[in-house]
């Protein structure tokens, strides 16, 4: 009964029943009601001008690709036969292998399974992927292991006494 009372007492209060100390009591209502909206925004704020460099340092910049479409890689006696060279094409790296019989081939040094880097094992005669064992012949053909395509092939140029290669789809 007493809770009806009050209530009936809050709802036909004039200003001067809601001053207590002299002070209207609804006047900090609005003060407070604001000063929550500022702290808010200010918050706000400050969260998205501490997001925008940490995202910006999560996400790497997009670097633009090199435009290579051919690398001279030095004169054809540099490059002992049987053997074969790791050599950088734009950011990616290549490799040239001069068989035994003196002929120049030249293939994306990246696996295709997992990309790690492919070398020429000149004691087997084969492109060898150190990661999972994957084996290429000396044609890029996959032969054994885990890489599911072919290693895709650059074009041997010999201009004069110079080893050049370029892009397959350049030739």
């Known amino acids: 009964m ?27 209502k609005s003060r407070r009601n604001f000063l929550n909206w ?9 969260a998205l001008l501490m997001t925008y460099p940490l ?8 670097l633009r690709q090199a435009t ?11 490059f002992k036969k049987g053997r074969g060279e790791i050599f950088k094409f734009g950011r990616k790296p290549g490799l040239l292998i001069r068989t035994k019989n003196g002929d120049f081939k030249a293939f994306h040094a990246t696996c295709t399974h997992l990309d790690c880097t492919v070398q020429y ?11 999972h064992n994957g084996v290429f012949d000396l044609d890029g053909l996959n032969i054994s292991g885990p890489p599911p395509e ?17 892009q397959e789809s350049d030739a």
């Open 121 to 131: 094992r000149d004691d087997l005669d084969i492109i060898w992927c150190a990661c």
């Open 55 to 62: 995202l910006r340092y999560i996400v790497p910049p997009k």
């Open 2 to 28: 007493s809770e009806q009372k009050e209530n009936i007492i809050e709802e036909n209060a004039t200003e001067e029943d809601i001053k207590i100390d002299g002070k209207n009591s609804l006047e900090g």
């Open 68 to 78: 290579v479409s051919s690398v001279e890689l030095g004169k054809i006696d540099d």
């Open 150 to 166: 072919p290693l895709p092939k650059y074009k041997v140029i010999i201009r004069g006494d110079k080893v050049i290669v370029k």
């Open 38 to 46: 500022l702290l808010g925004i200010t918050s706000s704020g400050l």
